[in-house]
């Protein structure tokens, strides 16, 4: 009788674990059609036209590996692809360094809503102009002419403008860390806002 009540405890349990992972199979699968469907489906289909036969004035559907020995041995291609990412990997860091420290502050050590709202709110407010704006809104502080320059002169650090902020590897640096700066500040800090403080 004990055994037989014990083993209807545990069906019921069991029964309401596969419902729930059910559920949660549901619930996951519209995000990964639309994973599917608009990155991976896109990306094969990349891949495989790359495969196609080019000329100059036409692609056709015959398959060779002649653009990928011609990308693969092409110093103009390769360089390209070193300083794409070399720039990524320091974006990256530059995005950590600045990023992670801003999402500490604002979701551990500020415990008023509202504020964690407002400075967040912040964060943000680039977004509300183009993407295009915001990069072109460097050339003013970092132009020959331009505010860093002229506060550097104006304490006598430099005597004549540094060239190389702007339309250089750093400038690009500087710019994509702003841009995508907020996209790592807003997951993080709402993340560590939800951790017990104890």
């Known amino acids: 009788m004990a055994m037989t009540t014990a083993s209807e405890g545990v069906a019921p349990s069991a029964a309401r674990q596969r419902a729930l992972q059910r559920t949660a199979l549901w619930l996951?699968?519209?995000?990964?059609?639309?994973?599917?469907?608009?990155?991976?489906?896109?990306?094969?289909?990349?891949?495989?036209?790359?495969?196609?036969?080019?000329?100059?004035?036409?692609?056709?559907?015959?398959?060779?590996?002649?653009?990928?020995?011609?990308?693969?041995?092409?110093?103009?291609?390769?360089?390209?692809?070193?300083?794409?990412?070399?720039?990524?990997?320091?974006?990256?860091?530059?995005?950590?360094?600045?990023?992670?420290?801003?999402?500490?502050?604002?979701?551990l050590f500020v415990r008023n809503k509202t504020l964690q709202t407002v400075l967040l709110v912040l964060c943000v407010i680039p977004f509300w102009t183009s993407f295009l704006i915001r990069v072109l809104a460097?050339?003013?502080m970092l132009g020959k002419e331009g505010a860093?320059?002229?506060?550097?002169?104006?304490?006598?650090?430099?005597?004549?403008?540094?060239?190389?902020?702007?339309f250089s590897d750093l400038s690009v640096v500087i710019g994509m860390t702003q841009i995508y700066c907020v996209f790592m500040v807003g997951p993080i800090?709402?993340?560590?806002?939800?951790?017990?403080?104890?």
């Open 138 to 140: 460097w050339r003013p």
């Open 28 to 107: 996951l699968a519209p995000g990964v059609v639309w994973m599917l469907l608009f990155l991976v489906l896109p990306i094969l289909m990349m891949v495989y036209v790359s495969f196609w036969t080019q000329t100059t004035f036409t692609i056709e559907p015959t398959l060779t590996t002649k653009s990928w020995v011609n990308f693969f041995t092409s110093e103009t291609y390769l360089g390209a692809l070193w300083t794409t990412i070399r720039i990524w990997l320091t974006v990256l860091a530059a995005t950590i360094v600045v990023g992670y420290p801003t999402a500490l502050f604002v979701g």
């Open 189 to 198: 800090a709402f993340m560590l806002a939800r951790i017990d403080p104890n």
């Open 148 to 166: 860093i320059n002229l506060i550097l002169q104006g304490l006598g650090i430099t005597d004549a403008p540094i060239e190389a902020l702007l």
